[in-house]
């Protein structure tokens, strides 16, 4: 039987450094070196038992340096290469883990759900002491692969563990078990013998993405207003000189900013800035409280504030009526 052709996609990061030293976890990102997805894929040949590897250039950087325009460019990589190269069967992207989480919802958003995405990154170096940058990469190559990942759409795999786009994130800085998915838990594990889902994938409901992002080039500004005990309104009224379409509210559980900042927050309201309010803790929702109706914010439910903010540049691109966006908040 034939191995699946999988695209790799190479954006740098831990899991495409090379340390100066094979005990350092602290300075390799100004000391290191990045590696193209072919240098990559040349220090760990065992990856080609898994599938029939298409390496597929981006950035070799480290992931505090990807953002939204990056995500867009991600985005028509993966579309051109499944338009010239149909047999493609899925993709994984090798990610740095600061903003990996990031990365992944966005794509969930975007793509369609029938094509298994897999972003994944390490915590170590690859040519460290104890890394993990092989063992992700392979059980990245081979979730990817596995056709019981079909109609799972964008997916994070990082220490044996698969974790939905929408979920995943990040909470460790240097432990390898960084990443979790709060109350919901992983979706299915790379054990050493075969990947392992949780429960069957839901049938895609269509097989257009959440949103179309062909020919864009840019998203509208969204900035985060993070509470904390005390703070005003200055970061708001910075946001809105800066020309912030929307803003989302980082507060305090159950998603209650400061006086002063709402103030601000309800004056940026009025004025036509779209308010989303999530909260700073990792779990829980936000729910539609009555007072979020009488002002025409919209409730985050589960969303961690920096999957907020995607979800709303994608959704101002469409629509700035607050029940619509609510909708998509309810929704994605």
């Known amino acids: 039987m034939a191995s699946p052709s999988i695209g790799i996609i190479g954006a740098g990061g831990t899991i495409s450094s090379l340390a100066s030293d094979p005990r350092d976890y602290l300075d390799y990102p100004e000391t290191g070196r990045k590696l193209s997805v072919e240098e990559v894929l040349e220090r760990l040949p065992e990856l080609d038992a898994f599938a029939d590897l298409v390496p597929i250039g981006f950035r070799s950087v480290g992931s505090s340096a990807i953002g939204p325009s990056d ?55 690859l040519n460290t002491v104890s890394s993990d940058a092989a063992a992700n990469a392979i059980n990245a190559v081979r979730v990817a692969a596995d056709p019981a990942s079909y109609g799972r759409g964008v997916m994070v795999v990082m220490n044996d563990e698969i974790h939905a786009a929408r979920d995943a994130t990040k909470g460790s800085t240097y432990r390898l078990h960084a990443f979790h998915s709060a109350a919901n838990g992983p979706i299915g594990f790379a054990d050493p013998d075969r990947v392992v889902f949780r429960f069957p994938a839901h049938p895609p409901t269509s097989e257009e993405p959440a949103f179309d992002v062909d020919g864009m080039t840019e998203l509208p500004r969204v900035d985060i207003a993070y509470s904390y005990a005390g703070c005003d309104g200055a970061a708001v009224e910075a946001f809105r000189a800066a020309g912030a379409a929307g803003i989302v509210s980082a507060a305090f559980a159950p998603g209650i900013p400061a006086p002063l900042e709402r103030e601000a927050l309800c004056e940026a309201a009025r004025a036509g800035t779209v308010i989303v309010q999530s909260s700073r803790v990792g779990q829980g929702r936000v729910a539609r409280r009555g007072w979020l109706d009488a002002q025409g914010w919209v409730a985050a439910g589960d969303l961690s504030p920096v999957k907020a903010r995607i979800l709303l540049s994608l959704a101002l691109r469409q629509t700035t009526d607050i029940g619509r966006i609510q909708d998509f908040f309810d929704r994605y």
Not at 94 to 100: I, K, S, V
């Open 71 to 125: 995500w867009l460019r991600l985005h028509q990589a993966i579309t051109t290469a499944v338009r010239h190269n149909p047999a493609i069967a899925g993709f994984v992207i090798l990610h740095g883990t600061a903003t990996l989480e990031e990365t992944a919802y966005f794509l969930s958003l975007t793509l369609p759900a029938t094509l298994p995405v897999v972003v994944v990154g390490a915590q170590r170096p």
